[in-house]
């Protein structure tokens, strides 16, 4: 079996991994990704990125549509919520990860595709790289590895809050509005979604699993779904878990980021920008033990709110049906913006791709 050695070792090539690899190889440092796909980027996701958040960090002919209004929908009520700025964009995952992938090596980290990581052991990993086995030691690794990471199951740690999302995209759709569907009897405190592409329209369903089974969650969003006259048959159901089961991130030389982290929001799904936050912060703390968290911090928070949300709607599912028609209410009246949704509360340490841009086998669940 031959046998790499290398300064840090990222698994997983998904936004908090290569965020991470860029930071690291920009300071010089030796760094290799491991990816298990062939081609980096694509994952099951609607593709929402927010103002706060990822918006502001990417280039802007990445973003693929740009939402002033909101429509939310709950049993009872509906409303638009309107802004100045884009309070939502859509982007294509595959554009994102390449560039992010793009981004990465040209700072100097190297990727290797097609390599599954198979067994952790400390800071020794073994992946199936061209049906060749091969092992891999480092001084630090870095589990970016998604919602199933085989590196958090290395360190111990359960994961016992996720959620399931169920994806549709729907080829040439013409689809003009950004939708929300809040109904705590089809998707106890997650929800449905209809989010416009560039060439097609991303249409899904997410829930804590505390709430509801993926099985459940699948039937109730095909009948909202045909409800609405969507005709899904022809398409593949893509469905994978997301993790909001924090419990840390620094594990001494051994790091977890992004869903591995479990750093989602459980309420709403969003992930990506926990993710590239979370990357950014492991890579800084690796070149600097002391260096600044604040940003992370501000997510873990505004996580913890979620998570709060989801443990009163699991314990009391009656509740859900309140907490959502007075949700919406209080968008209504604009007492709560749509930004507390959001997993970016505003940072001034939030640090952007650009310097000098302005500022203001994950194992789908069983269906
Ligand atoms: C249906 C659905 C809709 C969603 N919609 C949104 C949305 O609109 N906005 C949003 O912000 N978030 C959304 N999310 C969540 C978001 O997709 C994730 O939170 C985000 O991708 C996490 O990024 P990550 O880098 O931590 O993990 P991932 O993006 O999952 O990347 C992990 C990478 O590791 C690789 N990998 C895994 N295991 C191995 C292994 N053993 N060996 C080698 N490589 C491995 C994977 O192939 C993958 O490339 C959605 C999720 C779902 C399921």
Known sequence: MSSVSTDILIIGAGPAGLACAKILAE??????????????????CAGGITWDGLIRLVPEELIEGRFREQHVFTSLQQTVVREAEPIIATISRRTLGQWMAKQA?????????????????????????????KTFTCSHLVGADGANSLVRRSLGLPAEERGTGINFQVP??????????????????????????KDSVSV?????????????????????????????????????LINYD????????VWLAGDAAGLASGLTGEGIYPAVISGKTVARRILDPNSDQSGLNAVLRRQAQHRRVISLSARH???????????????RSRLVSFHALEMAPFSPNTVNFHAGRKQKEEKPPRL
């Not at 924090?246 to 030389?253: D, E, L, V």
């Not at 599912?317 to 968008?331: A, D, G, I, R, T």
Request: aromatic share 10%.
């Open 317 to 331: 599912p009656s509740c859900s049906f309140v907490l959502m028609e007075l949700l919406l209410l209080l968008l």
């Open 172 to 197: 040439q759709q013409v689809y003009e509005r950004m939708e929300w569907h809040l109904s705590a009897r089809a998707f106890g405190c997650g929800y449905a979604w209809i989010f416009p592409h």
């Open 105 to 133: 090596t040209q700072a100097g980290a190297e990727i290797i595709t097609e390599t599954k990581v198979t067994a952790v052991d400390g800071l020794r990993v073994t992946a199936i790289c061209g049906g060749i086995s």
């Open 246 to 253: 924090y419990r840390g991130h620094a594990f001494g030389p």
């Open 204 to 240: 899904g369903a997410y829930s804590p699993q505390a709430d509801m089974s993926a099985g459940r969650l699948k039937r109730n969003f095909l009948k909202w779904a045909a409800g609405r006259g969507f005709q899904l048959d022809e398409l593949a159901c893509q469905a994978a």
């Open 27 to 44: 300071q010089g440092r030796k760094v290799l990704v491991l990816e298990r796909r062939q081609e980096i980027g694509p994952k099951v």
